[in-house]
């Protein structure tokens, strides 16, 4: 009696039960497991270099700068500085990356569960959720933040009837998650907001009027919050120096974001400003810090040419992205599990074929769109499909299938039926679990490289303070672990690449060591050394323009950093 008793308890209807009755808590505990999985089985990898910009704020090295990152909102960098300050240099962008990761999904989740109750509704973003814990990027949760959002705030206002103070906690959530979403980069508001609109007015017919004016009053204090934000800091840092580094930055993403120009095609042009093909392949390989060949003046000519091939449709450019894209894992599964889903709900959910066609057609329109934009980047793209999926799921329907379980009850499957209720979602998730590892592993080990080689590096460059350098962008191969602490601020001999480019920190050093143009003057000086990580021969190419009989000497090697010296012979 007691092992049945036990049976009992830990029967599916039980389960569900409890889940459907405490869907915030069972939200939680989901999420949280898939981080725990993420962190102790895949691995969590930040594939970006945002912390090593904090860590700078924080310690004076960007000096009128302090308290910006002009990627993201400066309340938001100034108080993850200052926050350096007091954690000795652990990774606080990582770990509040994380952290937005893991509210985002929450809500998203306590959504699904709370709409559909049905936990299934949730675990079908299985993959989505450990794929992302497992290499976070501000761009992505960004957008994230925002969906989610919107998603608090439509089921908000969708169920206008629940208590008062739960609707306004969910309202005000779904506002703070659009506050963090601006935050991490204004952007995110662009696409995401407009989509959740489109479906919105696709319903408003069916809608109560409250539902329309708190929702739409949702959508205008977001837009605010898009306008404001940026505000801040146009007015906060209005500086000369730092309009010049933003006229700088804004010129280099715009070549860096568009298809790479054709050097054959623009000869004219690249031979009118000076580069030649080794200056341009130095470009897009992010090796470009010559500040005579690449000038600001020079790439404000070339933007022109980047803009009009940006919009000038190739049916041959699109379809080598879209090659491109296929052989990315991440696309390949987040888009997989998206079309999955909607031929699903395209046959089973007859009433709700129209918004199936309207989302399909939403989110890959928008990725079409980037892909003719030449930038289908798949921290951008993906979270468009897994705004696709939430909205299917939301909508979901089981009285548009209840005829079928009517069929399989008359056809005495009743027994099948019930071990298919614990069955399906344990192999659901056991099936997401062992895809994302299978995609994310790899990655993450492809960010990983060992941190005792940067610790003997810098140290290297400490013990020979009398000498600069130069290195080709180590920021993207410096990749800490989430919340492995990093060096607080840089060495004051480090150049670090096109990333330091025209940044008050370069211009000091340069006024330190009396420098116009670190890379030309590194031939006829032996006190500029140039650190590489990835690409030898491109320096060395460019250094042969100036003078055909340089040589370089090995210095050092620490790892995976190569330490060398350009000299003439004697």
């Known amino acids: 009696m007691r092992i049945l008793s036990k049976a009992k308890v830990l029967s599916w209807r039980s389960i569900t039960e409890a889940i459907n009755s405490k869907p915030l808590v069972s939200s939680v505990v989901y999420v949280i497991l898939l981080f725990l999985i993420s962190f102790f089985f895949i691995g969590i990898q930040y594939g970006g270099n945002e912390d090593f910009y904090f860590s700078r704020i924080a310690s004076g090295g960007n000096g009128s700068y302090d308290g910006v990152f002009c990627y993201v909102a400066p309340i938001y960098s100034a108080a993850l500085a200052k926050l350096g300050l007091i954690t000795h240099g652990m990774s606080v962008h990582s770990f509040f990356l994380v952290l937005f990761i893991l509210i985002s999904f929450c809500f998203i989740s306590y959504v699904l569960v709370k709409r559909t109750q049905r936990l299934l509704s949730a675990l079908i973003l299985t ?3 450990l794929l992302t814990f497992a290499l976070p990027d501000y761009t992505t949760i960004a957008y994230l933040c925002s969906i989610a959002g919107a998603v608090v705030a439509y089921y908000a206002c969708d169920n206008f009837d629940m208590p008062k103070h739960s609707f306004y906690i969910l309202f005000i959530s779904g506002l703070f998650l659009v506050f963090i979403g601006v935050l991490l980069r204004a952007q995110s508001l662009y696409t995401s907001i407009p989509c959740i609109l489109v479906l919105f007015l696709l319903f408003y017919k069916k809608q109560k009027k409250q539902t329309i004016k708190y929702f739409g009053l949702f959508i205008l204090l977001a837009v605010l919050l898009t306008v404001f934000l940026p505000m801040i800091k146009w007015g906060a840092f209005n500086s ?12 280099r ?4 974001d568009s298809k790479e120009l054709n050097y054959s095609k623009y000869r004219d042009v690249f031979e009118e400003i000076g580069w030649t093909e080794n200056d341009h392949e130095q470009f897009y390989y992010w090796a470009f810090q010559d500040s005579e060949k690449y000038s600001v003046e020079k790439l404000e000519r070339l933007v022109p040419l980047a803009n009009r091939q940006r919009w000038n449709f190739n049916p041959k450019d699109f379809f080598s ?15 997989g599990i998206f079309t999955f889903l909607c031929v699903a709900a395209f046959i089973l959910q007859k009433k709700k074929r129209k918004l199936v066609i309207l989302t399909f057609l939403m989110s890959n329109g928008i990725h079409a769109a980037f892909l003719l934009y030449n930038r289908s980047v798949y921290r951008v793209v993906a979270p468009h499909y897994w705004l696709g999926i939430i909205i299917i799921l939301y909508f979901w329907n089981m009285s548009d299938m209840q005829g079928a379980i009517d069929k399989i009850k008359r056809k005495k499957l009743q027994q099948a039926v019930k071990v298919s209720k614990v069955a399906a979602p344990a192999a659901l998730l056991v099936l997401s679990v062992l895809m994302a590892c299978s995609i994310a592993q790899p990655l993450v080990s492809s960010y990983t490289k060992p941190s005792w ?9 400490a013990q020979n303070r009398d000498k600069v350098f130069l290195g080709d962008n180590p920021y993207v191969y410096y990749v800490p672990g989430i919340f492995m602490p990093i060096e607080f601020g840089e060495s ?8 330091d480019i025209n940044s008050l920190r370069e211009l000091e050093i340069k006024r330190r060591f009396g420098i116009k ?8 000086r032996d006190d500029i050394y140039y650190m590489s990580v990835y690409r030898d021969d491109l320096i060395w190419e460019c250094l042969k323009e100036y003078e055909p009989e340089v040589q370089r000497e090995l210095v050092t090697q620490i790892g995976f950093i190569r330490v060398y010296n350009y000299y003439l012979p004697q």
Do not use: C
């Open 127 to 129: 993959p989505v959720i």
């Open 240 to 251: 000369q120096e730092y309009k010049d580094y933003i006229r700088y930055n804004n010129a």
């Open 253 to 256: 993403t715009a070549l860096l």
């Open 321 to 335: 992205l879209a090659v491109t894209v296929s052989k990315k894992p991440q696309f390949i599964m987040t888009m």
């Open 453 to 461: 080689a940067i610790a003997e590096f810098r140290e290297f460059a």
């Open 492 to 499: 004051q001999n480090l150049l670090g690449g096109s990333v």
């Open 517 to 524: 143009n670190p890379v030309k003057e590194m031939i006829y």
